[in-house]
T-cell receptor, first 118, second 112 residues
Framework: AQKVTQTQTSISVVEKTTVTMDCVYE???????LFWYKQTASGEIVFLIR??????ENATVGHYSLNFQKPKSSIGLIITATQIEDSAVYFC???????????????FGSGTKLTVEP | EAAVTQSPRNKVTVTGGNVTLSCRQT?????MYWYRQDTGHGLRLIHY???????QIGDVPDGYKATRTTQEDFFLLLELASPSQTSLYFC???????????FGPGTRLTVL
């Protein structure tokens, strides 16, 4: 079963608007880490933002913020004031924190392709 | 910012061939990872290491070996390549297993 699911395969928005990308995850661990990465057209993969499961406050970095809804096992990425250069594929990922066979494995979703149009 | 490099950037081999993919990181990170990326699957972890001489099995290790010779260098070995191993391979590093990972530029491998 998929541990991290991104149901939106592609989204198209107009420049300077706000977009939200969805991600749900599955874990039995009480402690875990959630990440969002961006893959540009050139293939480069860049870390964007992270949320630790024990933190109630949503993480924010620049024009990226997260909507962490722990009871729903959901971690949405919000990009405000989108720019053309935000066009990329966005991946959600999860790492479980409890020692076991899956320790240190980062599980990725299948990605959401964002197109920002002028 | 971490610097992770991979070589070669592109590789074509035949079924049954022997392939070594190389990765080097220059930020003294402890952890290094090998992933493959296929359409519809995102990135999947093959092997990882938390130091020279250490090797840990990831989520999709079958058909792959790996070796961490130094803190900087991590190699992925395909000793009998098969067409199912045609993929885009990424190496990554992190200072700690909890922290964000920094990715290399990727190696595109085609097995004919």
């Amino acid at each position: 079963a998929q541990k991290v699911t991104q149901t939106q395969t592609s989204i198209s928005v107009v420049e300077k608007t706000t977009v939200t990308m969805d991600c749900v995850y599955e874990t039995r661990d009480s402690s875990y880490f959630l990440f969002w990465y961006k893959q540009t057209a050139s293939g480069e993969i860049v870390f964007l933002i992270r949320q630790d499961s024990y933190k109630k406050e949503n993480a924010t970095v620049g024009h990226y913020s997260l909507n962490f809804q722990k009871p729903k096992s959901s971690i949405g990425l919000i990009i405000t004031a989108t720019q053309i250069e935000d066009s990329a594929v966005y991946f959600c990922a999860m790492r479980e924190d409890e020692v076991g066979s899956n320790y240190n494995v980062l599980y990725f979703g299948s990605g959401t392709k964002l197109t920002v149009e002028p | 910012e971490a610097a992770v490099t991979q070589s070669p950037r592109n590789k074509v081999t035949v079924t049954g061939g022997n392939v070594t993919l190389s990765c080097r990181q220059t930020n003294s990170h402890n952890y290094m990872y090998w992933y493959r990326q296929d359409t519809g699957h995102g990135l999947r972890l093959i092997h990882y290491s938390y130091g020279a001489g250490n090797l840990q099995i990831g989520d999709v290790p079958d058909g792959y070996k790996a070796t961490r010779t130094t803190q900087e260098d991590f190699f992925l070995l395909l000793e009998l390549a098969s067409p199912s191993q045609t993929s885009l391979y990424f190496c990554a590093s992190s200072d700690n297993g909890d922290y964000e990972q920094y990715f290399g530029p990727g190696t595109r491998l085609t097995v004919l």
